[in-house]
């Protein structure tokens, strides 16, 4: 008998077969392949194949061309990655960011994060804020449609990255993203990215007193998280919210920023 410790646990085979094709999309030349592809570089046969890349496709991870058939990853493969990594950057720096944003504007602020189909919070100021007017937690959800932060997340993301991710939206049921619905989102998010920043204005059913302003956090070309500063409608027109807190927002934003580039990140 040998030293290694044997698991009483039967390997899911199941499991391992789907790593697999994640592994050789993931290594496959232009980042798409077909099943034939899949089938030789992992030696599964193609009904293997074939199933498996449904149930990922359900699953959200990849997607299927309709124009030559072949499968690619989507952005939501990235969350698998990215947990750790992004806990350590929030604890280090975000934090303490927004803390110093909380000294200048008094309102609170969130910093969140894409997870799935919705944007969660993963640092807040409320709980500090003499202006809060609710208690939002870290791992709240907010709409990536209506809210500042998920507007902004949309708005600065690769272009291919934002269709995914608005084609998903609109899959769901009861979406307003379709037909003339979808065309003036897509206005409204080219409107952020010229201005700059998101915003929501009334526009949140969950929160409709709510007035809003958002800034994505860059790195390497994609968005990493987005930074909002959250007030009340009947306090400040958005026009005064631009005036006074877009300087502040941004300049938290770029502090992160500068942190994620830095050769110790």
């Given at each position: 008998?040998g030293s290694?410790t044997?698991?009483p646990?039967?390997?899911v085979?199941g499991l391992?077969r789907?790593?697999a094709v994640l592994r050789?999309l993931?290594?496959a030349e232009?980042?798409w392949?077909?099943?034939r592809?899949?089938?030789?570089?992992?030696g599964l046969h193609?009904?293997t194949i074939r199933?498996l890349?449904?149930?990922?496709?359900?699953?959200?991870?990849?997607r299927?061309?309709?124009?030559?058939?072949?499968?690619r990853?989507?952005?939501?493969v990235?969350?698998?990655?990215?947990?750790y990594?992004?806990e350590?950057?929030i604890?280090?720096?975000?934090?303490n960011?927004?803390?110093?944003l909380?000294?200048?504007?008094?309102w609170?602020s969130?910093?969140?994060?894409l997870?799935?189909l919705?944007m969660?919070?993963?640092e807040?100021?409320?709980?500090?804020?003499?202006?809060?007017f609710?208690?939002v937690t870290?791992r709240?959800?907010?709409s990536?449609?209506q809210?500042?932060?998920?507007?902004?997340?949309?708005?600065?993301?690769?272009?291919?990255?934002r269709e995914?991710?608005i084609?998903r939206?609109?899959?769901?049921?009861?979406?307003?993203?379709?037909?003339?619905?979808?065309d003036a989102?897509?206005?409204?998010?080219?409107?952020?990215r010229?201005a700059?920043?998101?915003?929501?204005?009334?526009?949140w059913e969950?929160?409709p007193?709510i007035?809003?302003l958002a800034?994505?956090?860059?790195h390497g070309?994609?968005v990493?998280?987005?930074?909002?500063?959250v007030?009340?409608?009947?306090?400040?027109?958005l026009a005064d919210?631009r005036?006074?807190f877009?300087?502040?927002?941004?300049?938290a934003?770029?502090k992160i920023?500068?942190y994620l580039?830095s050769?110790?990140?």
């Amino acid at each position: 008998m040998g030293s290694k410790t044997e698991s009483p646990y039967k390997t899911v085979q199941g499991l391992s077969r789907g790593l697999a094709v994640l592994r050789a999309l993931n290594q496959a030349e232009g980042g798409w392949a077909t099943i034939r592809e899949l089938s030789e570089a992992t030696g599964l046969h193609r009904t293997t194949i074939r199933r498996l890349l449904e149930t990922l496709q359900d699953e959200g991870l990849l997607r299927r061309s309709n124009s030559d058939d072949s499968y690619r990853l989507t952005p939501e493969v990235r969350n698998l990655s990215e947990g750790y990594r992004e806990e350590e950057w929030i604890s280090q720096v975000a934090s303490n960011v927004l803390g110093e944003l909380l000294l200048k504007v008094v309102w609170p602020s969130d910093l969140a994060t894409l997870d799935g189909l919705d944007m969660c919070v993963r640092e807040t100021t409320h709980r500090f804020s003499p202006l809060s007017f609710n208690s939002v937690t870290v791992r709240r959800r907010m709409s990536l449609t209506q809210t500042s932060v998920g507007r902004a997340y949309l708005a600065f993301c690769p272009d291919d990255e934002r269709e995914e991710l608005i084609d998903r939206l609109a899959a769901q049921p009861g979406s307003r993203l379709v037909g003339r619905g979808r065309d003036a989102f897509r206005s409204l998010l080219n409107q952020h990215r010229q201005a700059g920043h998101a915003h929501n204005n009334g526009e949140w059913e969950q929160e409709p007193r709510i007035l809003a302003l958002a800034v994505p956090v860059l790195h390497g070309g994609r968005v990493a998280g987005c930074i909002n500063i959250v007030m009340l409608r009947s306090a400040l027109t958005l026009a005064d919210a631009r005036k006074k807190f877009l300087v502040p927002l941004r300049s938290a934003a770029s502090k992160i920023e500068d942190y994620l580039s830095s050769p110790r990140v």
